[in-house]
């Protein structure tokens, strides 16, 4: 069973930092780019930043400076460091698999077919 499963999310204070992780299992992330997305209550999901399989990297403008997407292929695992964290980054965030080549990096949920994570909840609030 294809699967990918968020965790690290939580509760932190604005300026904080958090690291969420993306593990997967039943397949391998060699040949699949990963994108992060987040939806807030009443909010349309969106892209947050993808690493293709070649490592280049995507981000929204909101979390430029502030997020770094990496991954750890012989971990099966993809990381995003959320730092300068501000309550509008407060959200469900998702990561999500797509099949692609080296620079396959899409930002927008079409991009990403397959396979989703469950979420894990990030609230900044003081």
């Known amino acids: 069973q294809l699967q990918l499963v968020e965790s690290g999310g939580g509760l932190v204070l604005p300026g904080g930092s958090l690291r969420l992780s993306c593990a997967a299992s039943g397949f391998t992330l060699d040949y699949y780019a990963i994108g992060w997305f987040r939806q807030a209550p009443g909010k349309e999901r969106e892209g947050v930043s993808c690493i293709s399989t070649s490592g280049m990297t995507n981000y929204a403008d909101s979390v430029k400076g502030r997020f770094t997407i990496s991954r750890d292929n012989a971990k099966n695992a993809v990381y995003l460091q959320m730092n300068s964290l501000k309550p509008e980054d407060t959200a469900v965030y998702y990561c999500?698999?797509?099949?692609?080549?080296?620079?396959?990096?899409?930002?927008?949920?079409?991009?990403?077919?397959?396979?989703w994570g469950q979420g894990t909840q990030v609230t900044v609030s003081s």
């Open positions: 999500a698999a797509s099949y692609g080549g080296s620079t396959w990096c899409p930002m927008h949920r079409g991009g990403y077919l397959g396979v």
